[in-house]
Nanobody
Framework: QVQLVESGGGLVQAGGSLRVSCAAS????????MGWFRQVPGKEHEFVAA????????TYADSVKGRFTISRDNAKNTVYLQMNSLKPEDTAVYYC??????????????????WGQGTQVTVSS
């Protein structure tokens, strides 16, 4: 089991940058593929990005490709989401999630077993 805690959200102007982090408890962080999702009120969780256990492979939703970068530091039990060129439509609560299953890069939230509490990102126009 792993516990996840996001941090780093906040208010930023359109065109700005923000980095959110997700710290994991436990010594088995590297055994989980990780993903970032976001959610706005009244909508389902939207896949944002995912990263393999080693960190060598990543995948992104088309809406953030070229602007967001997912990375991880297994020594620090942390996964990051660097967000550049932010747009008002990026406003959401951002969640990190851990996938214990074989493989990685799943965009279906139901494939992830563990979730953080979320961090709010607000982009003003």
């Amino acid at each position: 089991q792993v516990q996840l805690v996001e941090s780093g959200g906040g208010l930023v102007q359109a065109g700005g940058s923000l980095r959110v982090s997700c710290a994991a408890s436990g010594r088995t962080f590297s055994s989980y593929a990780m993903g970032w999702f976001r959610q706005v009120p009244g909508k389902e969780h939207e896949f944002v990005a995912a990263i393999s256990r080693s960190g060598r492979s990543t995948t992104y939703a088309d809406s953030v490709k070229g602007r967001f970068t997912i990375s991880r530091d297994n020594a620090k039990n942390t996964v990051y989401l660097q967000m550049n060129s932010l747009k008002p439509e990026d406003t959401a609560v951002y969640y990190c999630a851990a996938d214990p299953n074989m493989g990685w890069g799943r965009s279906n939230r139901n494939e992830y077993d563990y979730w953080g509490q979320g961090t709010q990102v607000t982009v003003s126009s």
